[in-house]
């Protein structure tokens, strides 16, 4: 499975950026789509995720409230929906798939296949 991330960019503090997460074969539909980030001398963090139908997601913490998960099954794509943007969410965001999974996984060590990262840049 193929996963691109797109969307990413500079904005202000404040402002919004949707990304999202085209992958390549059907059996995204069935799968768990997740969204970590990784800024500059950090571990690989979690973001969001949400179950192959949809039904359940569940956020960080630090972006609780500000982003949104969706995804549309028959165009293969995820999306992360981020609104009210600090500076201390600058970082790659990265999509990874959850093959075949209906719970939701936070560790990026369970998700399957990874894109090669989208940067955000929230200037203050």
């Known amino acids: 499975v193929r996963v691109v991330e797109s969307g990413g960019g500079l904005v202000q503090a404040g402002g919004s950026l949707r990304l999202s997460c085209a992958a390549s074969?059907?059996?995204?539909?069935?799968?768990?789509v997740g969204w970590f980030r990784q800024a500059p001398g950090k571990e690989r963090a979690f973001v969001a995720a949400?179950?192959?139908?949809?039904?359940?997601?569940y956020f960080g913490d630090s972006v609780k409230g500000r982003f949104t998960i969706s995804r549309d099954n028959a165009k293969n794509t995820a999306y992360l929906q981020m609104n009210a943007l600090k500076p201390e969410d600058t970082a790659v965001y990265y999509c990874?798939?959850?093959?075949?999974?209906?719970?939701?996984?936070?560790?990026?060590?369970?998700?399957?296949?990874w894109g090669q990262g989208t940067q955000v840049t929230v200037s203050s």
């Open positions: 949400i179950s192959w139908s949809g039904d359940t997601t």
């Open positions: 074969d059907r059996t995204f539909s069935r799968s768990t």
């Open positions: 990874a798939v959850d093959l075949y999974k209906s719970n939701i996984d936070l560790e990026p060590r369970d998700y399957d296949y």
